[in-house]
C-alpha cells in the first residue's frame, strides 16, 4: 500500500463539507490557505489506490468536515483534529463527521 500527502481545501463556513481522500485518511495538517482566500489548507495522508485525483467521482471513500469557531457549540458526532489561527485573528477548529 503506497500512502501520499495531498492538500485540499476547506471552506470557513458552519456547514457540512466532503471531502474526497479515499479509504482511511489522516489528517496531517491544517494552516491558513496560502492563497489569500481565507480558506483553509488541510493536508491528509491518504492511500494512493483509492484515490483518482483526475477524476474525483470515482474515489473510493470521503470524508465530511465541519469548521467551527471558538466558542461556537458542537455536535456529539464531531471529532475535534486541529485548530487553525488565521492571519485576521480569527480561530478555527476543524472537526471530522464520525
Known sequence: MV???????????FTMQHLAL???PRVVHCAEARDGSGKIDIWVEAELETLN???PSQVKGFTSFYV?????????NLQYLKTVVMSDGHVW???SVT
Open 3 to 13: 500512502k501520499v500527502i495531498i492538500r485540499e481545501q476547506l471552506d470557513v463556513r
Open 22 to 24: 479515499g479509504v482511511d
Open 53 to 55: 485525483r483526475s477524476e
Open 68 to 76: 467551527v469557531a471558538t466558542g461556537e457549540s458542537t455536535a456529539e
Open 93 to 95: 477548529h476543524v472537526h
